[in-house]
């Protein structure tokens, strides 16, 4: 067996996908592979957890085989090995006899590298696949979403189930298990049912910096959403509902509004769901609204938001639906509408009938989704503890998180609140109380409830207002629902003690962050010149019948943008041009770069951009004038510490402070590579203590020696932007 050495491993990568250095666990995953090791990745969407099995294809001897459980996966990932040169093949039910034994055919004939096969392929009582197989001699198995094996899982396909022949009938073949959301359960049930007990498990971050998470109240929602949409037009979107029904009513109204939106579920024509989806591929349809079924099998690298128009059944497709958001690493917005009669709606829908230990488990998965929607905390840090991975108080990157915070008094609006409970016999739910408070005139509202004292008295405060009230009480035990089917809310001794007045109620209270940080986004590039070389990638992939994030993502164009190469060499720099790239599309985007900078005398900058081999910053050329933040990242970005980008620059410590803080405020640097997570969390702790405007030196005494002058400096201007 051959040992590829970290160095060669890198060169591979480069070499066959364009990128300079490996991601998360990538690196270790690719290593244990290839020494033969069966393996379990978990890694967020848009993590390349694809690069784990497709790199170890290229280095490993013969073929490898992919499970993966959608047609339009399979189709996605064999266009974008094809666009890189490498010959990738699939066998499914989309293509004609004549297509399978032409696949076939050239699978035995050594001609394919890597094969993506359906699970329904390997039946367990059936021995001809498993014949064709051994005929293969496969070096590596790779089963991607693999939670589908699981019961436990979001997404059980009970074909995978037959998974576990792979091992028993290949006991020396490597098999690497693939999933983005699995929880502690899932993952030992996904180890048990492939029959990999020895599968060295690798878990990294599930966070997804480049992602912002929003949550909002239901309400006006229709017209929310095409607020923000609108404000988008230019952006690809996927707007996610429960029902089929609905997809086809939103994307109605949406349409109605000016707004192109298409429609994707499981009972429409296969031809018809082809077709959208490949519109929403090639960017012809910006906007889908779908069910769950549709996206797992999409691969597509610009999605800029993703909208939940109904509460999902549990946090792991929450997560997994969200993570189809940014997969290219730009700013990208999650939204869900919340309301509490979805929640009514899914406990309905939870209860699986015969089997009481799978019903248990689905409840408690919804009641974690309640709970991540109504909890006052930072949604990322919920999301991250869920999946058993500690991560601070504060992202500054959530709806809460970026929110003004406010103590008040808050005993006066909270008698209003269960006086009103009181009134109307503790028989009702949190929204027809605000109803009440609010003097609302819909016929829900009982004629004798409308003579009440309390009817009208809350016309002072938004609903939103209300609903942050009443989730607060809640979270907090100032007030209960009854566990019957209807949760209305009763009162507590907490809550009696407010009403006579013999306790007061303090209260943090938010105040809303307005959607879309992705406008705050800034780019040094022609903006002209991004136009025109998305211009050039759509011919080629019209060209070529692929969707156009095959031939390049969009964080590529805003590379050749920014830096500008003009050579075939300074392209390979670009990250996202592999070698077969290069040769194959370079020079139609060089051609319009050098067209671009002789027409707006534009100045190349590709000496800004420091290749990964370099450890010291070149010191010959001066950065260009209002540049030297942008070279003070490049070397960040090398590896260089603080120390030795100040020492290669002959700049002081606090200008390279100033340069990183500007970069860490946009989320181009995460300020927990800088700081601890710890730390982070301690020190914007002690300044909401303190108070907003309190000086370093004050800080650093409240917080002691183990904190230095540099790190609370770095998380103050952090807290400042995103406080």
């Known amino acids: 067996m051959v040992t590829y050495t970290t160095d060669k491993l890198k060169q591979a990568l480069k070499h066959f996908f364009g990128y300079d250095d490996f991601r998360l666990d ?60 490498i010959h990738a093949a699939f066998l499914n039910s989309s293509q004609s006899a004549d297509e399978q034994r032409e696949v076939i055919m050239q699978a035995q004939a050594g001609n394919v590298k890597l094969l993506y096969i359906a699970p329904e392929r390997i039946p367990a009582n059936s021995s001809a696949f498993i014949d064709f197989l051994r005929r293969l001699n496969p070096s590596l198995f790779a089963v991607d979403e693999a939670h589908c094996i699981s019961s436990w899982g979001h997404d059980f396909r009970p074909e995978y189930l037959k998974l576990a022949i792979l091992k028993q009938c290949f006991p020396t073949t490597p098999v690497i298990a693939l999933t983005a959301s699995a929880d502690k359960l899932t993952q030992d049930d996904i180890i048990k049912k492939l029959d990999i007990p020895s599968a060295k498990v690798f878990i990294s971050s599930f966070n997804r910096p480049n992602i912002y998470y929003y949550i909002r109240p239901k309400q006006n929602t229709m017209a929310r959403i095409a607020e923000y949409i609108m404000k988008h037009r230019n952006d690809c979107g996927i707007i996610y509902t429960l029902s089929r029904a609905s997809t086809e009513d939103i994307a109605g109204k949406l ?9 994707y579920h499981a009972g429409i024509d296969a031809n018809e769901r082809s077709r959208v989806q490949e519109a929403f591929q090639k960017d012809e349809v910006k906007v889908i609204v779908a069910t769950i079924a549709f996206g797992m099998g999409i691969d597509k690298s610009n999605v800029r938001f993703v909208i939940h128009y109904d509460v ?24 869900l509408f919340y309301s509490r009669g979805d929640i009514m709606k899914l406990k309905g829908f939870a209860t699986v009938e015969g089997n009481a230990e799978q019903t248990v488990i689905s409840m408690n998965k919804l009641k974690k989704m309640e709970q991540f929607c109504e ?22 990157s959530c709806d809460y998180c970026m929110s003004s915070l406010e103590e008040r008094d808050a005993t006066v609006d909270a008698q ?38 309390t009817y009208g008295i809350g016309k002072d405060l938004k609903r939103e207002e209300w609903e942050w009230l009443a989730r607060q009480m809640l979270n907090n035990g100032f ?102 790239k290069v040769g194959k599309y370079g020079g139609a985007f060089l051609d319009e770069v050098k067209k671009a900078i002789k027409e707006k005398n534009l100045e190349p900058r590709m000496h800004l951009k420091i290749p990964k081999t370099i450890k010291k910053a070149s010191t010959d050329k001066a950065p260009a004038a209002g540049n ?24 002081a410590i606090s200008t390279v402070e100033s340069h990183l803080t500007k970069y860490i405020t946009t989320g181009d640097i995460d300020i927990f590579k800088l700081v601890s997570p710890y730390k982070v969390d301690k020190i914007i702790a002690t300044i909401r203590i303190s108070g907003q405007y309190a000086g370093l030196k004050v800080l650093k005494e409240a917080l002691g020696d183990d904190y230095s002058y540099s790190e609370i400096k770095l998380v103050m201007e952090y807290n400042k932007v995103f406080n």
């Open 628 to 651: 030297t933040n942008a070279v003070t990242l490049g070397m960040y970005k090398q590896g260089l510490s603080m120390e030795e980008i100040a020492e290669a620059r002959k700049l």
């Open 26 to 85: 990538q690196l270790s995953v690719i290593q244990n592979v290839l020494a033969g090791t069966d393996v379990m990745g978990i890694m967020p969407t848009g993590g390349g957890k694809s690069i784990c099995y497709q790199l170890p294809a290229m280095l490993l001897p013969g073929i490898t085989i992919v499970v993966s459980p959608l047609i339009a996966l399979m189709k996605d990932q064999v266009d974008s090995l094809l666009a890189n040169g």
């Open 312 to 335: 999902p059944k549990n946090i792991e497709g929450y997560y997994q639906e969200t993570g189809r958001a940014g997969r290219d690493g730009l700013k990208s917005d999650a939204i």
């Open 255 to 263: 349409h109605v509004m000016g707004i192109k939106a298409a429609y």
């Open 416 to 453: 209003k609140f269960l006086s009103a409970v009181v009134r109307t016999g503790e028989r009702y739910g949190v929204g027809y109380i605000i109803d009440i408070l609010r003097g609302s005139s819909a016929e829900k509202i009982q004629p004798a409830h409308k003579e009440l004292k």
């Open 479 to 580: 007030i209960e629902r009854s566990n019957d089917q209807y949760a209305a809310l009763i009162l507590n001794d907490k809550s009696k003690a407010i009403l006579k007045g013999e306790s007061k109620l303090m209260l943090v209270m938010q105040k809303e962050q307005k959607l879309s940080v992705m406008e705050e986004e800034e780019f040094t590039y022609d903006e002209g010149l991004l136009k025109e070389l998305k211009g050039v990638r759509y011919e080629l992939a019209d060209r070529e019948h692929v969707p156009a994030y095959n031939i390049v993502p969009d964080n590529t164009l805003v590379e050749i943008a920014m830096y500008l190469p003009q050579t075939f060499d300074e392209l390979k720099q670009i990250s996202g041009f592999g070698d077969y």
């Open 375 to 396: 909890s006052d905390t930072c949604r990322r840090q919920y999301l991250m503890q869920y999946f058993g991975e500690p991560f601070p108080a504060y992202c500054g």
